[in-house]
């Protein structure tokens, strides 16, 4: 989904320090308290050389909190490839209510042996698109996993989902859309002039438009014929950028992430076993 203008130059690793009898140990820590909601905390190498298969790294379990954000208050889960942490539930504009976080991954493109990782993300639901599921209660991770119709369910639903892109990177607004749309476009067997135009104000959004590491992106879906989008380069935002009004243009993107062949499998997967955990 990104091409090669998205490596970065790598920096010089800074290797461990060790002392007398201290031995170091992984750091594991999902949820936790910070003092600021809006801040982002990322820890990345800039590049990873040798990226560890996709279904032995540590996978993120969710629980619904119906509890809203409030400053001081925060919750958060960490991605663990990226360490970008996300608010377990948060508000946005042109949502009625606030969304819960069911599962965060990230996107890495591989150039020769080097993994560059460009991008966390994660997915968040009104928490009443759960009742559309019963259909699935009970289910393994693995059936959900191989039933699209779940994704196509939560996709029809007329209540808000949206996605929240974390740059770990500095990427050009072009290079990000231009990824983006080879992704959307194939989806889209036959174009129509609504569709057209909602592509053009997509492009748009991004043209010209340097998207620095730390950059949050949201793209919300309301219903199944709008998407909304929203960037924000400190913290959440607070307007939306644009409206897309194509539900095919909608329904790709969302297919893009949670299809069957989704561009960062490891947010498909932890979404899955979200699902897994709520739906029990």
Known sequence: MFEAQAICTPTRLQLPKFTRNCISRPRIGFVARIS???ELLCQTHSCSFLSPPEDIRTQTRFTFNASSS????????????TKVRFQTSLS???CSSSLSLLGTGYREKVFAIIGVKVY???????????????????????EIQENSSLFSTIFQSPLEKSLQIVLVRDVDGKTFWDALNDAISPRIKSPTPVDESALSTFRSIFQGQPL???????????????MLVCISADGLPSSVDAAIESENVASALFDVFFGETPVSPSLKSSVVNGLESVLK
Do not use: M
Request: aromatic share 10%; no cysteine; net charge positive.
């Open 36 to 38: 600021n909601p809006n």
């Open 70 to 81: 409030s400053v001081g208050s925060a919750e958060y889960i960490e991605e663990p490839a």
């Open 92 to 94: 946005l504009p042109g």
């Open 120 to 142: 966390a993300a994660g997915l968040y639901v009104n928490q009443s698109i759960l009742n559309s599921l019963n259909a699935w209660k009970g289910r393994s991770a693995a």
């Open 212 to 226: 620095k590491k730390g950059t949050f992106i949201f793209l919300t879906w309301p219903d199944p014929s709008k």
